[in-house]
């Protein structure tokens, strides 16, 4: 049985830095393409970033040079470093996993999380 769990996440200044973990079990993220979306209130989900089972990593151009999306295998972990949080970072993260390549389609990711809560305040 896959699941993948979320944490980390919380209510921080503007300015602040956060750092998402999504821990798995049921399969080896070493084998897995990882993202990271995000669900603001009222609005569509998004791409954030994403590592793939070779390494390459992919950021949206909205946290490109603040977020940082790293793996350790040997905790079969996949983390988000979130670092110069905007109020418009305020979302639910959640992490997806799927077999294949790179991709930034939500509807891509076969196995998800339940997602955490990153508030940015003002």
């Known amino acids: 049985q896959v699941q993948l769990v979320e944490s980390g996440g919380g209510l921080v200044q503007a300015g602040g830095s956060l750092r998402l973990s999504c821990a798995a079990s049921g399969l080896s993220f070493s084998n897995y393409a990882v993202g990271w979306f995000r669900q603001a209130p009222g609005k569509e989900r998004e791409f954030v970033a994403t590592i793939t089972r070779g390494g390459a990593i992919s950021y949206a151009d909205s946290v490109k040079g603040r977020f940082t999306i790293s793996r350790d295998n040997a905790k079969n972990t996949v983390y988000l470093q979130m670092n110069s949080l905007k109020p418009e970072d305020t979302a639910v993260y959640s992490c997806?996993?799927?077999?294949?390549?790179?991709?930034?389609?939500?509807?891509?990711?076969?196995?998800w999380g339940q997602g955490t809560q990153v508030t940015v305040s003002s």
């Open positions: 997806g996993a799927r077999i294949s390549g790179y991709s930034n389609r939500y509807a891509d990711y076969k196995y």
